[in-house]
Structure formats: structure tokens, C-alpha cells
């Protein structure tokens, strides 16, 4: 008996060089932009304008999300918000006298 077996197991999602969390921020910029667009054309806004601005507004949406999976690679993002999330200094108020102060250890009874 012949069984397929599945290679893709634990690898990220991938679709057209767009990996992980990029082909999310992709799809819901370009669903955003395409409300966006609908609700400006329901306003009444002309649709020239509606039209150059979806264009517009979508190639950009594309742009940047190949330019930041190039940049960042799969896991770019992830590490930006951690960075974003350490503290560039460690501060620290007690005084130094503190630190210096000997303290006896207590033996365990």
C-alpha cells in the first residue's frame, strides 16, 4: 500500500513569496481599501476619485508588504514588537548605600 504523506507539516503559510503574518496584513489592507472605497462611492464622492484613490491606495498596501517580507523576512515583525517592547535603560533608584550594606545571612534552623 501507498500512503501520501503530508511534507508541510509545521511550515508556515506561504502564497506568492508572502509569508506568515505578512499575508494577513496584506489580505486586510486590501479588504480595508476595498470598504474604504465602497463607502466613499456610497457617500457620493465621484468615481474617478474613488477609482485613482483605490488604485492608489492598493498598490501601496502591495508595495510596502513585499517591501517589508523582503526586509524583515518570516518572523520581522514579531521581533519589532519585542524590541518595541524592551526597555532601553534599566533604571534603577535606590542609593548606593544600599547596595553596599552587608547583611548577615540567617542560618536555617
Given at each position: 500500500?501507498?500512503?501520501?504523506?503530508?511534507?508541510?507539516?509545521?511550515?508556515?503559510?506561504?502564497?506568492?513569496?508572502?509569508?506568515?503574518?505578512?499575508?494577513?496584513?496584506?489580505?486586510?489592507?486590501?479588504?480595508?481599501m476595498?470598504?474604504?472605497?465602497?463607502?466613499?462611492?456610497?457617500?457620493?464622492?465621484?468615481?474617478?476619485?474613488?477609482?485613482?484613490?483605490?488604485t492608489?491606495?492598493a498598490?501601496?498596501?502591495?508595495?510596502?508588504?513585499?517591501?517589508?517580507?523582503?526586509?524583515?523576512?518570516?518572523?520581522?515583525?514579531?521581533?519589532?514588537?519585542?524590541?518595541?517592547?524592551?526597555?532601553?535603560?534599566?533604571?534603577?533608584?535606590?542609593?548606593?548605600?544600599?547596595?553596599?550594606?552587608?547583611?548577615?545571612?540567617?542560618?536555617?534552623?
Amino acid at each position: 500500500m501507498n500512503y501520501n504523506i503530508n511534507k508541510g507539516i509545521g511550515r508556515t503559510v506561504e502564497f506568492k513569496g508572502l509569508k506568515a503574518q505578512y499575508l494577513f496584513l496584506f489580505a486586510g489592507g486590501l479588504l480595508g481599501m476595498l470598504i474604504l472605497v465602497m463607502i466613499m462611492y456610497m457617500i457620493g464622492v465621484n468615481s474617478f476619485i474613488c477609482i485613482v484613490f483605490g488604485t492608489g491606495g492598493a498598490s501601496i498596501i502591495v508595495w510596502q508588504t513585499f517591501s517589508l517580507n523582503r526586509k524583515y523576512g518570516e518572523h520581522g515583525l514579531m521581533k519589532i514588537a519585542g524590541k518595541k517592547r524592551h526597555p532601553k535603560y534599566i533604571i534603577c533608584r535606590k542609593s548606593i548605600h544600599r547596595y553596599l550594606k552587608c547583611t548577615p545571612k540567617q542560618t536555617a534552623k
